[in-house]
C-alpha cells in the first residue's frame, strides 16, 4: 500500500523559514520522481517543484525564485522542502505527490500559515 506523509507545517511570521518532510512507503521510493504541491485558500493546487530519484535534477515553479529547496535522503524515504522568506501568499495546504504503477498518490498534507 503507498502511503505518503507530510509533517512540519505550522505558523510563521513572514520572512520566517519552515522544512517540511514527506515520507513514503509501499513503493519503490529511491526511484521515483517526487512532488511538492500546494493549495492556498481558494485557489487551485499548484505545483511547488520537484526532484528526480537520485537527487540529481530539480526543478521549480516561477514563484519559488529562488526560495525553497527540495532534497530528499532514499535511505530515510524522505523528501523535504525547505522554505524560506516565506510570504502570506506561500500559505495553504503543503502536499507530497508520487506515481506508481500508472497511479496518482498524495498524502494528507501539511498546513502553512504564514502572518504578516
Wanted: a neutral charge; hydrophobic letters at 30%; glycine letters at 14%.
Amino acid at each position: 500500500q503507498v502511503q505518503l506523509v507530510e509533517s512540519g507545517g505550522g505558523y510563521v511570521q513572514a520572512g520566517e523559514s519552515l522544512t517540511l518532510s514527506c515520507t513514503g512507503s509501499g513503493f519503490r521510493f529511491s526511484s521515483n520522481v517526487l512532488y511538492w504541491y500546494r493549495q492556498g485558500p481558494g485557489k487551485e493546487r499548484e505545483r511547488v517543484g520537484l526532484m528526480n530519484g537520485d537527487g540529481s535534477n530539480t526543478k521549480y515553479a516561477d514563484f519559488v525564485n529562488g526560495r525553497f529547496t527540495i532534497s530528499r535522503d532514499n535511505a530515510k524515504r524522505t523528501t523535504y522542502l525547505h522554505m524560506t522568506d516565506l510570504q502570506p501568499e506561500d500559505a495553504g495546504v503543503y502536499y507530497c505527490h508520487a506515481n506508481w504503477l500508472g497511479f496518482p498518490y498524495w498524502g494528507p498534507g501539511t498546513q502553512v500559515i504564514v502572518s504578516s
